[in-house]
């Protein structure tokens, strides 16, 4: 995301110079179309989770294995493409940015939609994170072109917010669709994208793009898709073949020879995919690699959650959707509240307290729960505990890495934390692949998912090592979750 180049000066000259007005006619339509873009791709994360087990049924009894890259290709292509997709914006137009992925987002869901087999749905997914990948980094700064300075403060929260109340509708949302037809999460996609496009171009404003600078590192993004799906396919194929197997290795291999081609890339392209030296900053590199850690637990607790309750338990996609909400629904508040907590204990005392709460959730379930459904006592509190401690981890973690680097890179370094947190979860989504395997009856699966869980906490508990050593002498990571 590379708006932050591109708009700063804007926002601090009209800080200067603008007088107090209401926000206009075409800054709320501009607010409401963009809205509506974000909040369909965030909404999509939960809504396919929640379709994994239908998604199954529906293709023949289709390995978990195999329908794991629904939700890594995704995750995959998006993590690659973000940054590029930002610097392309800023070259070519953030307008034309944010029309073009919302079109490709739209015509992708219908094709996922529509899709014969897993094959196709894998690929239109793919498709689909390219769209987001282009439509995430415009939207707020075309938000913020078209808003009055003194308006912008909230116009930024309200976005910020947009993810937090995707997420707390989310399974809900996903379970009542899925229940209609799987299809039905896809679909619902086409009509907003279709009349946010009919809006945006009658509607958006059409800033003058900025075509200096080098072109963006495609290469580079390539490099990056290729290595995290290699390492993805080969943990999500090791159980079934062998930690020792050679199509096992193989992968593995490849994946370390592109990453240390993506490596060199990004340090000789003056428009790399991630700038090497802002991994120079300690507090930068410490927070987004925690974020990572953390996005590795939370991928896998939320898709552990939906097969639990579907599989396990025999609830309804529904069913799923109402018992999974009360987490998420906890994030938008402990987000917003974790001001002062940031204030009193720092940014790194906080996110480490937000990873052991959320460890703590998922060993509440390893010792707590069993094939037996109990809800209210047993699920619950976990889903509960889980939400507290994702509100008080994640935000404080992007806060602080935005907050260690100077205005002109704020921008592009949100762009590579998000970056990180999407491939850590495709790692989570690929770590519980092969602890969960194929369980033979109840005992097995309940086996299967406490080792899951167990897996899960350990790699929480190391975030919050990680976030611990953002207090060592020279951090200054007092008060970034202003900026979650």
Not at 174 to 185: M, Q, S, T, Y
Request: glycine share 10%; charged share 10%; with cysteine.
């Amino acid at each position: 995301m590379t708006v932050g180049k591109s708009n700063s000066h804007v926002v601090v000259a009209d800080r200067a110079t603008a007088s107090p007005s209401p926000p206009t006619p075409s800054s709320r339509a501009t607010a409401w179309i963009i809205s509506a873009g974000v909040i369909v791709v965030n909404l999509d994360l939960f809504i396919v989770n929640v379709a994994v087990p239908a998604l199954g049924d529906a293709f023949d009894g289709s390995s978990l294995a195999s329908l794991s890259w629904v939700l890594n290709a995704y995750a995959i292509v998006f993590a690659a493409l973000l940054v590029v997709a930002g610097r392309l914006a800023d070259r070519f137009g953030h307008r034309r940015g944010f029309l073009l992925g919302l079109a490709v987002f739209t015509v992708a869901s219908a094709l996922c939609a529509f899709a014969p087999g897993v094959g196709w749905l894998v690929a239109a997914r793919a498709l689909q994170a390219a769209g987001a990948a282009a439509l995430m980094p415009t939207s707020l700064a075309l938000l913020l072109v078209n808003t009055p300075a003194e308006h912008r403060p909230r116009a930024i929260r309200s976005w910020a917010a947009i993810g937090g109340i995707a997420a707390g509708l989310g399974p809900v949302v996903g379970g009542v669709l899925v229940e209609a037809d799987w299809r039905w999460v896809f679909l619902v996609n086409v009509p907003v994208g279709v009349i946010g496009l009919l809006a945006g171009v009658r509607l958006l404003p059409d800033a003058r793009p900025h075509r200096e600078g080098p072109f963006p590192d495609l290469v580079g993004a390539v490099l990056l898709t290729l290595a995290i799906g290699a390492l993805a396919f080969a943990l999500v194929k090791a159980d079934a073949w062998g930690w020792s197997s050679p199509r096992v290795l193989v992968p593995l291999l490849a994946a370390a020879v592109l990453a240390a081609g993506f490596w060199v890339r990004s340090a000789r392209h003056p428009a790399p995919v991630v700038e090497l030296p802002m991994l120079r900053t300690r507090v930068f590199a410490t927070a987004t690699l925690g974020a990572l850690l953390f996005t590795v637990a939370f991928a896998a607790m939320l898709l552990t959650a939906v097969l639990w309750c579907q599989q396990v338990w025999g609830y309804s996609a529904i069913r799923t959707g109402l018992a999974i909400a009360p987490g998420p629904l906890v994030v938008p508040v402990l987000a917003v509240l974790a001001g002062p907590v940031v204030r009193r204990l720092g940014a790194g005392r906080t996110a480490a307290l937000g990873c052991l709460l959320f460890a703590s959730g998922l060993a509440w379930w390893a010792l707590a729960l069993d094939t037996a459904p109990h809800y209210a006592s047993g699920f619950l509190p976990g889903m509960v505990v889980t939400g507290i401690g994702v509100g008080l981890a994640l935000p404080t973690l992007v806060g602080a890495a935005a907050a260690a680097l100077p205005p002109t890179r704020f921008a592009t370094g949100s762009a590579v934390t998000s970056m990180a947190r999407q491939t850590g979860s495709v790692l989570g989504v690929a770590l519980m692949v092969t602890l969960l395997g194929a369980p033979d009856g109840p005992g097995e699966a309940l086996d299967a998912f406490r080792h899951g869980w167990w897996a899960a906490a350990a790699t929480a508990v190391l975030a919050a090592v990680t976030a611990l050593t953002l207090h060592r002498p020279g951090a200054t990571t007092t008060a970034p979750a202003a900026r979650p």
